[in-house]
């Protein structure tokens, strides 16, 4: 089965300094999400993506987060200055259209110190 | 407002029997729904959907059941194996399918 890929799998980050989360979702997926889940917490909606554009976004995701999609493949989440409570595991997850399966990648763990 | 919620954190069951998650929620405008299997320091893995015109879905072995008028979702597992073993998460969605996650039931499956 076609996987999303993350990397890191993990990052370790002093508090202020800007992360960029990477992704590279299925090929043929054209929505493209970032989700979080704080340890022993829910998975959290970050932000939707589709057409070079943000779709949907959270309260979380304030002015200190972006996405970009830089060329076909990668999908990346930028956090500018971090914060201590930023750390959490972050999943890329992408669909063919809405409605269809979602499919999650396996998260990058975020600790910022 | 939205919430989706799980009654029981743990579920511990005997291998070979049926495992039953449930799940309720809230939001009465959603209408997608779906079951994900969370393993140790992997990403949620889709198990089945449904959406709010059926009240019941079947897959290999997982059965998805949807009760509108309570706002009540279900997963069945048949005959649960060990490597079930994992945290499950519903989800809810309405027309943007932008999910909102329960907060995850364990189980555990004995040998």
């Known amino acids: 089965e076609p996987e999303v890929t993350q990397t890191p799998s993990h990052q370790v980050t002093q508090m202020g300094q800007e992360v960029i989360l990477r992704c590279v979702p299925i090929s043929n997926h054209l929505y493209f999400y970032w989700y979080r889940q704080i340890l022993g917490q829910k998975v959290e909606f970050l932000v939707s993506f589709y057409n070079n554009e943000i779709s949907e976004k959270s309260e979380i995701f304030d002015d200190q987060f972006s996405v970009e999609r830089p060329d076909g493949s990668n999908f990346t989440l930028k956090i500018r200055s971090t914060k201590l409570e930023d750390s959490a595991m972050y999943f890329c997850?992408?669909?063919?259209?809405?409605?269809?399966?979602?499919?999650f990648g396996s998260g990058t763990q975020l600790s910022v110190l | 407002g939205e919430s989706v919620g799980l009654h029981l954190p743990t579920l511990s069951v005997q291998e070979g029997d049926n495992s039953i998650i449930n799940c309720a929620y809230s939001n009465s405008a959603s209408d997608y729904f779906i079951w994900y299997k969370q393993e140790s320091g992997k990403g949620p893995q889709f198990i089945i959907d449904i959406r709010s015109n059926m009240d019941k879905r079947q897959g290999q072995r997982v059965t998805v059941l949807l009760n509108k008028t309570v706002k009540h979702l279900s997963l069945q597992i048949a005959a649960t194996q060990p490597g079930d073993s994992a945290v499950y998460f519903c989800?809810?969605?309405?027309?943007?399918?932008?999910?909102?996650f329960g907060s995850g039931t364990r189980l555990l499956v004995r040998p």
């Open positions: 989800a809810e969605a309405d027309s943007s399918y932008k999910l909102i």
């Open positions: 997850a992408s669909t063919q259209g809405l409605g269809e399966k979602l499919f």
